[in-house]
Antibody, heavy 120, light 107 residues
Framework: QVQLVESGGGVVQPGRSLRLSCAAS????????MHWVRQAPGKGLEWVAV????????YYADSVKGRFTISRDNSKNTLYLQMNSLRAEDTAVYYC?????????????WGQGTTVTVSS | AIRITQSPSSLSASTGDRVTITCRAS??????LAWYQQKPGKARKLLIY???TLESGVPSRFSGSGSGTDFTLTISCLQSEDFATYYC?????????FGQGTKVEIK
């Protein structure tokens, strides 16, 4: 079945970096756009970034632009989120999700999330 | 960014009740709206997309309506497995944005 499994979360100090991974299985990964979405403690969902199926197009939320980089390795069926210059406000559960259709959103399958805590 | 206002933030209902949740977008989004269900410990589940199209496998007691700025999710006959948190999301433009969620609790 279609599955997304995030990893790489943890506790990190402000200003440091972290890379999240999302391992995909059960579908042709290279055909679909992929997203990162986060949810801070007690807050709502915040869309973070999207990457097209071939990696050629990327969009970011203003809150992470210039600090986070989304990428993918279609040969490994894996999505990444490189997070630099982390801030306390980046503390959240990070989810990866796939586009429902070849043409694009909405997201139809989500992972269970990985927790990132930015704290000194 | 397009703001999505979802209401109510929570509601109490009984099995068999009809439940309605609304989302209002700060500008027109055509029918580019999705609804998701979230249960503790489980991955988020897509229920409805394109405002009113039921995702495969989703029970027909769920329905969505609306276009432009005003949208509604209706659960026609609430079942025990429907007690969860529901979110709407616009995907008309980036950044995609979500409503704040509605927690449906047992009365």
């Amino acid at each position: 079945q279609v599955q997304l499994v995030e990893s790489g979360g943890g506790v990190v100090q402000p200003g440091r970096s972290l890379r999240l991974s999302c391992a995909a299985s059960g579908f042709t990964f290279s055909n679909y756009g992929m997203h990162w979405v986060r949810q801070a403690p007690g807050k709502g969902l915040e869309w973070v970034a999207v990457i097209s199926s071939d990696g050629g197009k990327k969009y970011y939320a203003d809150s992470v632009k210039g600090r986070f980089t989304i990428s993918r390795d279609n040969s490994k069926n894996t999505l990444y989120l490189q997070m630099n210059s982390l801030r306390a406000e980046d503390t959240a559960v990070y989810y990866c999700a796939k586009d429902r259709a070849l043409e694009g959103p909405p997201m139809d399958v989500w992972g269970q999330g990985t927790t990132v805590t930015v704290s000194s | 960014a397009i703001r999505i206002t979802q209401s109510p933030s929570s509601l109490s209902a009984s099995t068999g009740d009809r439940v309605t949740i609304t989302c209002r977008a700060s500008q027109g989004i055509s029918s580019y709206l999705a609804w998701y269900q979230q249960k503790p410990g489980k991955a988020r589940k897509l229920l409805i997309y394109a405002a009113s199209t039921l995702e495969s496998g989703v029970p027909s007691r769920f329905s969505g309506s609306g276009s432009g700025t005003d949208f509604t999710l209706t659960i026609s006959c609430l079942q025990s497995e429907d007690f969860a948190t529901y979110y709407c999301q616009q995907y008309y433009s980036y950044p995609q944005t979500f409503g704040q969620g509605t927690k449906v609790e047992i009365k």
